[in-house]
């Protein structure tokens, strides 16, 4: 642990609104300045500075932002020498039990460190935008509000996550985004300034089947999404989808739920097409929908992406409001539909 300290600590950095609303963590990634941290630390923007180990202060740049997968990119000027910086490692290559060392700014303690062991490997994690970071690291290394945007390092001195959340009241239950997910953020944050993402233009929600019709309609899961709105200009709408419309596939991956369909998007880019399975009245159909980029600001909450959150909309298009729950479909309704 001390060895991992003395390589990786340097590299953490306190971040902090000069307004003093509030101050997180991040590395240095790149020695000419380059800083990962949260996206929730940045909060609603404003001038921010950066305090490295040796109590220079320095003011820091924002080059991109993520809410999607609470990831952000800081820069800092260089500050006549060489920066520390802290390699990002392969996430993929973790194993349950493995030793982790946290490093950050608990509560405003600088540079603290904790030791603890990967709990667990494929967690799902919700951000603040409303869409899950899959893939997430459990650890039970101590995190503390002020850790947000630090690494999660191995005895090999790399970064494989970035500490994220933890559990009210709990002991021993911290999360921390990938370093994978951390790794084709950054690379599209650097290279265009943001995430591209595909855009849908649909507003729905996972609504049950009761057995008998999954059965019949030989459903793979006991919830499909239905369509509630649609972006009048959106993809979706100029592929013939329409209101009331149970999605039940994508590319061939089942989809019970938003999330689903965020995933199967999430690997789409702009303007390739997406073939939706369908049911409408108590039919099945397949439509080509050809997404878009989503070019609205980014990390905003869109009409999907998929719709209640997540995946975007072109400048000016609508956001569609996240629907209420919805309650399970019955077989007369079907027979209506």
């Known amino acids: 642990v001390t060895g991992v300290v003395d390589s990786a600590g340097p590299a953490v950095v306190a971040i902090r609104h000069r ?71 392969d996430s993929g290559a973790l194993r349950v039990g493995q030793l ?53 390092v191995t005895s090999s001195g790399e970064a494989v996550g970035m500490n994220t959340a933890i559990i009210s009241g709990t002991q021993g239950l911290a999360f921390a985004v990938p370093s994978n997910t951390i790794a084709f953020v950054v690379a599209q944050i650097l290279r265009q300034g943001r995430v591209k993402r595909a855009y849908f233009g649909i507003s729905g929600g996972a609504r049950e089947v009761v057995r008998k019709v999954q059965v019949e309609l030989g459903l793979q899961l006991p919830t499909v999404v239905q369509v509630v709105g649609l972006d009048p200009a959106g993809p979706a709408r100029r592929a013939g989808i329409q209101p009331g419309d149970l999605i039940v596939a994508a590319d061939g991956q089942p989809v019970g739920s938003m999330d689903d369909l965020y995933r199967v998007l999430s690997a789409k880019p702009p303007d390739a097409p997406l073939k939706v399975r369908l049911i409408r009245n108590l039919q099945t159909m397949e439509v080509t929908v050809v997404v878009q980029e989503d070019v609205h600001s980014a990390g905003s909450v869109p009409a999907l992406g998929a719709g209640g959150g997540g995946g975007g909309g072109g400048v000016g298009k609508p956001r569609l409001p996240a629907p209420e729950g919805l309650r399970p479909v019955l077989q007369d309704e079907f027979a209506r539909w």
């Open 19 to 89: 307004d003093g609303g509030g101050q997180g963590s991040g590395f240095i990634f790149s020695s000419d300045g380059y800083i990962v941290t949260n996206d929730h630390v940045l909060g609603e923007g404003g001038p921010l500075t950066v305090s490295l180990t040796d109590d220079t202060t320095l003011p820091a740049e924002v080059i991109g932002r993520d809410p999607p997968t609470d990831t952000a990119v800081l820069r800092i000027p260089a500050p006549g020498r060489a920066l520390p910086a802290v390699p990002l490692g």
């Open 100 to 152: 982790v060392v946290a490093i950050g700014n608990p509560l405003g303690y600088a540079s603290s460190v904790s030791a603890g062991v990967i709990s667990a490997l494929g967690r799902s994690l919700r951000s603040q935008s409303g869409r899950l970071v899959d893939n997430v690291i459990q650890t039970d290394a101590a995190i503390n509000p002020g850790n947000s945007g630090g690494p999660l």
